[in-house]
């Protein structure tokens, strides 16, 4: 999905949101939940950016206190086998988020 053009009212804007991980996800990075404030354009927030913004995918390196730079290196795409929820409702990896949303990543999960 190509990003759309942000309006002029938009560069520079920021919106914070909820992200939660979950089993090995929360291993991996060593934290459970946190607010990330990150930037609204030009590429408008989405679980996937906001997957490469935290860098998930990567071995977990601090990046500030509860607010990552917006310069962050990106990380891989959004692997298949994460399950993406916003405001606890599973959403596409491309939904774009506003200021307040939650975002629950999850892996996949075996049982028996």
């Known amino acids: 999905m190509a990003d759309p053009v942000p309006s002029p009212e938009s560069r520079g804007r920021t919106i914070t949101v909820a992200v939660r991980l979950f089993a090995g ?13 990150v930037p609204a354009g030009p590429h408008p927030p989405t679980p996937e950016r906001l997957w490469q913004i935290l860098q998930i995918g990567q071995p977990w390196q ?23 929820a916003v405001n606890q ?14 975002v629950a990543y999850l892996p996949a999960m075996s049982g028996g």
Do not use: I, K, N, Y
Request: net charge negative; no cysteine.
């Open 25 to 37: 996800l929360r291993e991996q990075a060593g934290w459970d939940g946190r607010q990330v404030t």
């Open 62 to 84: 601090a990046q500030g206190d509860r607010e990552l730079a917006a310069s962050a290196l990106p990380a891989g795409p959004l692997p298949e086998s994460v399950r993406v």
């Open 89 to 102: 409702s599973f959403a596409d990896g491309d939904h774009l988020l506003v200021d307040g949303d939650e």
